[in-house]
T-cell receptor, first 108, second 112 residues
Framework: KQEVTQIPAALSVPEGENLVLNCSFT??????LQWFRQDPGKGLTSLLL?????REQTSGRLNASLDKSSGRSTLYIAASQPGDSATYLC???????FGAGTRLTVKP | GAVVSQHPSWVICKSGTSVKIECRSL??????MFWYRQFPKQSLMLMAT?????????EQGVEKDKFLINHASLTLSTLTVTSAHPEDSSFYIC????????FGQGTRLTVV
């Protein structure tokens, strides 16, 4: 069974900082990996999908990388804003398991 | 527009009654759909994998008689919480996947 771990569990930064969220998985034979954000009491919003053949994907201020050999994916957020405050989740799409998430707070 | 539609978005029911949640894949045929449960301030816990035309695969610790899953068509999976009790109150969310995962908007169940 795939185990997905996210570090850190929580992160608080001042506005404008660049930050990195980490996601690790135990089985490197992954299908695709996807990053989501979840606002309190809400559903999931897809941020980035990285297919197994790709090494990174970018969307605006977000960049996600994938290193299957080391079992890691990182989500880089540039120039963070208070509106980025949310819980960020990664999921390995083979068996659709999630990490516990990183709760991000960006202070004005 | 939504790729996966989940209904209802919230429901309040009395203890002992059953509640059915529907999950529809609107844009593609989904032979497999997924059901999750989320407690406050916790991550999504995979409950079961719903397979079209066959029995669902439940995760360890999830009571199959409590959480009935039916996937009768390629676009519809249902989760029925039977004889609901207050401890079943939670946020339930479904997903369908092709090369990426799409989620319903979730159902907040409150059992009183």
């Amino acid at each position: 069974k795939q185990e997905v771990t996210q570090i850190p569990a929580a992160l608080s930064v001042p506005e404008g900082e660049n930050l990195v969220l980490n996601c690790s998985f135990t089985d490197s034979a992954i299908y695709n990996l996807q990053w989501f954000r979840q606002d309190p009491g809400k559903g999931l919003t897809s941020l980035l999908l990285i297919q197994s053949s790709q090494r990174e994907q970018t969307s605006g201020r977000l960049n996600a990388s994938l290193d299957k050999s080391s079992g890691r994916s990182t989500l880089y957020i540039a120039a963070s804003q208070p509106g980025d405050s949310a819980t960020y989740l990664c999921a390995v799409l083979n068996d659709m398991r999630f990490g516990a998430g990183t709760r991000l707070t960006v202070k004005p | 527009g939504a790729v996966v539609s989940q209904h209802p978005s919230w429901v309040i029911c009395k203890s002992g009654t059953s509640v059915k949640i529907e999950c529809r894949s609107l844009d593609f045929q989904a032979t497999t759909m997924f059901w999750y449960r989320q407690f406050p301030k916790q991550s999504l816990m995979l409950m079961a994998t719903s397979n079209e035309g066959s029995k669902a695969t439940y995760e360890q610790g999830v009571e199959k008689d409590k959480f009935l899953i039916n996937h009768a068509s390629l676009t519809l999976s249902t989760l029925t919480v039977t004889s609901a009790h207050p401890e079943d109150s939670s946020f339930y969310i479904c997903s369908a996947r092709n090369r990426e995962a799409f989620f319903g908007q979730g159902t907040r169940l409150t059992v009183v």
